[in-house]
């Protein structure tokens, strides 16, 4: 069996912003990131349980199983396990850009 933690800030009323090291950190404009993502931008800013439940059905759909749900501190904790035997490299999902930004906010650890 494996296993996997994930932490989901809940005190957070701050909506994610786009600063301008961080976009001259890759060579384009603050403005060009907002107007590029604005969408992704408003999609990660949703409600909570909207975002646990995109969570969730990510898992989900790399065979993961969500068996136990805690909280530790101001973060909620989702607990998901998975049989070793099934074999993830079979597993061939495609992504769409939310879901690549929710997956990249996770350590290589964390990844289903």
């Known amino acids: ?48 349980s909207l975002q646990i439940q995109d969570l969730l059905n990510l898992y989900g759909r790399y065979g993961w199983e969500h068996y136990y749900q805690g909280q530790i501190g101001n973060q909620i904790t989702l607990y998901f396990r998975k049989d070793t035997k099934s074999n993830q490299s079979e597993i061939n999902i495609e992504l769409s850009p939310e879901e690549k930004a929710i997956l990249q906010c996770l350590d290589k650890d964390q990844m289903p």
Not at 7 to 35: C, H, Q, R, W, Y
């Open 1 to 48: 069996m494996e296993f996997r933690v994930i932490g989901l800030n809940i005190n957070s009323n701050t909506p994610p912003k786009v600063n301008e090291s961080d976009a001259k950190s890759i060579g384009v404009s603050k403005e060009f990131l907002e107007n590029e993502f604005k969408d992704s931008l408003k999609k990660i800013n949703r409600n909570l």
